[in-house]
C-alpha cells in the first residue's frame, strides 16, 4: 500500500526518511548523482560506507544521511548497460526492490529514487522508467505499510520518461 510519484529536482535536498544512492559497487563514491550525495552529506558518509567492503550489484546497503535533509542513505550498485542480455532488468529491478525492504525495514515511510542506471551506467532511459515503475508499485501493492516513493528526476527528460511508464501500467 501506498503511493508513487515522480518529481524533478536535485535528491540531495529531499527532506525524507530515505534517499537512493545510484552507488557503485565499491560503495566509496564517484560521480553523477554520487557525488552528489557524498558531497551534501559529508565525508562522515564516506567512512560509514568503508566498512561495506563493497556491495554487489542488485542488493543494497543503508547509512545515516549525516549532513543531508534525509535521515538515511541506501546505497544500491545498478547495473552497466551491456546490451541487454546480461541480466541487466532482472538485476536492476532488484535494486529497487532491494532498497525498498531495507528501507521498511528501518522505519522509512518517505523514500526517494534517483534514476538508477541511466547516466553513466547507460541503461536506455525507456527501458529503466518501465522497470522502475513496475517494480515500485507492484512492490507497494504487496506491502502492509503505507509508504510514499517518489522518483526524482534530474532533468525533464528522465522526468518524462518516468511519467510515460506510469501511464503505461494502467
Ligand atoms: P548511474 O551510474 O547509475 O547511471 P548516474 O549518477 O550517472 O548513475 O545517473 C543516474 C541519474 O541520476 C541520471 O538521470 C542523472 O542525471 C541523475 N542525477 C545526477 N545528479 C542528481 C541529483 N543531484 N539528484 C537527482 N538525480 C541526479
Redesign the pocket.
Known amino acids: 500500500m501506498g503511493t508513487f510519484d515522480v518529481i524533478q ?4 535536498i529531499s527532506r525524507v526518511d530515505a534517499i537512493v544512492n ?1 552507488a ?1 559497487t565499491t560503495l566509496l563514491g ?8 557524498h558531497r551534501a552529506a559529508g565525508p562522515d558518509l564516506f567512512a560509514a560506507c568503508v566498512p561495506f567492503n563493497g556491495c554487489p550489484t542488485g542488493e543494497a546497503r543503508i547509512t545515516p544521511g549525516f549532513e543531508l535533509p534525509a535521515k538515511w542513505v541506501i546505497h544500491t ?2 547495473p ?1 548497460w551491456r546490451g541487454g542480455q546480461h541480466g541487466e532488468a532482472a538485476l536492476l529491478a532488484a535494486c529497487y526492490r532491494y532498497s525498498l525492504q531495507l528501507a521498511v525495514e528501518h522505519g522509512c515511510r518517505t523514500i526517494d529514487f ?10 536506455p532511459l525507456d527501458q529503466a522508467a518501465n522497470i522502475a515503475v513496475r517494480t515500485i508499485t507492484d512492490w507497494l501493492t504487496a506491502v502492509d505499510v503505507t509508504v510514499r516513493v517518489r522518483l ?4 525533464s527528460q ?1 522526468a518524462a520518461a518516468y511519467r510515460e511508464a506510469q501511464q503505461n501500467l494502467t
Do not use: H, Q, R
Not at 564517484?30 to 550525495?37: E, K, L, P, T, Y
Open positions: 529536482g536535485d535528491i540531495t545510484a557503485n564517484g560521480g553523477g548523482v554520487d557525488g552528489a550525495i550498485p545498478g552497466v534517483p534514476s538508477l542506471s541511466t547516466g553513466v551506467y547507460g541503461y526524482v528526476a534530474f532533468d528522465t
